[in-house]
């Protein structure tokens, strides 16, 4: 099958990588803007790095997931500060921000310009400005993608903005940095890194090289995901889980997504909701509605085989059923204190409006097979 693999231009991996940003972006700019998360003390060892190359920096702080004003507040301080290169580092947010300032930047103009969704739509007039992606999180694998997720608040909804260009062109993961990492941020990624591996595996768009990252990365969060909750001083745990969201950043990256994430946007745009734990609690049920949907509707397909893979590899059981694979992650999630929907404020009469916003989605285009209004509403309610 005819297939296309696009990733960062050059992905570095390991303990105490993180001291080699400053050589690495001396390489790609000369005057640094530096977007970091609310805890300022994450981006103090590529600061260190980039001082004693000599690159003048300025800080840009996110707060919380960014949205479309943020990315113009980065815009807005880049240019004024003539910065030529963008370094993410921390969680999904702070990365997300820095790859849509870094293509803002080289794009201005009105944003609405180039936003799925909410915009237009449209591609990139120029390539976005070089950018250096560093997790400090091991869930989002938005280092190696090629999208930046933002809210759209009067929209009350986060949609991408999205371009080849924007996939960074330096990836550097230092699983070292997610070591301090609280258990609930630990387990939010984790969950997300785990959904992340599953969906582009089963979707319509798998390819064989995609599917090596997703195996991969599923194993290695199944095997971890709970001990490193359990004990994270677990160097090797943390190690499977860095690697677990590389891998699953690379394969949605060029395999798309699912329902799953189909519908993590609209509810983090509609409720203050962890996007990993909105993933997780809506896993296990978008597994069952989807092995239903295809076993009566698309009995043949190759996607059925694939979910008895993922219940195989996820229980670590030759035997396991499609069935076993569903209540291994619903038993993960309840034993990670995934909380309910209904628990951010969301009622049955919102339901409608999710779906509504879900079914148009990027990623609702890689489920397996295109489920029913009716059954997206009935995947909400069970996530209730």
């Not at 981006?43 to 949205?67: H, K, M, N, T, Y």
């Not at 591609?123 to 869930?139: D, F, K, N, S, V």
Request: charged share 15%.
């Amino acid at each position: 099958m005819p297939f296309e693999f696009a990733t960062a231009g050059r992905i570095l991996f390991g303990e105490g990588v993180i001291h080699r940003v400053g050589s690495l972006a001396a390489e790609l700019g000369t005057r640094v803007l530096l977007v970091g998360g609310s805890n300022a003390a994450r981006g103090e060892p590529a600061r260190i790095s980039l001082a004693a190359q000599g690159l003048p920096l300025s800080d840009f702080s996110v707060s919380g997931e960014p949205s479309v004003e943020t990315a113009l507040q980065g815009v807005q301080q880049a240019r004024a500060f003539g910065a030529d290169l963008v370094i993410g580092i921390g969680g999904g947010s702070p990365i997300d921000a820095a790859k849509a300032i870094a293509a803002l930047l080289a794009n201005p103009g009105d944003p609405f310009e180039f936003l799925e969704v909410v915009g237009r739509g449209r591609p990139l007039r120029q390539p976005a400005l070089p950018t250096i992606a560093i997790p400090t999180t091991a869930g989002t694998g938005a280092e190696v993608t090629r999208n930046a997720v933002l809210a759209a608040p009067e929209q009350r909804v986060k949609v991408s903005l999205r371009h080849a260009s924007m996939l960074p062109d330096i990836a550097l993961v230092d699983p070292q940095l997610t070591y301090d990492m609280p258990r609930a941020v630990t387990a939010s990624t984790g969950l997300d890194a785990l959904t992340q591996c599953l969906e582009p595996f089963v979707s319509h768009l798998a390819t064989p090289l995609t599917d090596g990252f997703c195996r991969e990365g599923m194993a290695r969060a199944a095997r971890s995901l709970r001990q490193v909750c359990a004990d994270g001083s677990d160097s090797d745990a943390r190690r499977d889980l860095a690697l677990a969201s590389l891998c699953g950043g690379l394969a949605l990256a060029n395999a798309k997504l699912g329902a799953v994430h189909g519908f993590a946007g609209p509810v983090g745009g509609m409720f203050e909701a962890p996007h990993g734990a909105v993933c997780a609690r809506l896993l296990p049920h978008v597994m069952e509605a989807n092995v239903r949907a295809l076993q009566e509707r698309e009995p043949h397909s190759p996607a059925i085989a694939r979910y008895q893979e993922v219940a195989t590899i996820l229980t670590g059981h030759r035997d396991a059923t499609l069935a076993d694979g569903v209540a291994w992650v619903q038993q993960l999630g309840e034993q990670l204190s995934v909380p309910g929907f209904a628990s951010y404020g969301m009622q049955q009469s919102d339901l409608e409006q999710i779906v509504a916003k879900a079914m148009p989605s990027s990623s609702m285009q890689g489920n397996p097979i295109a489920l029913t209004e009716a059954e997206l509403i009935q995947v909400l309610e069970r996530a209730l």
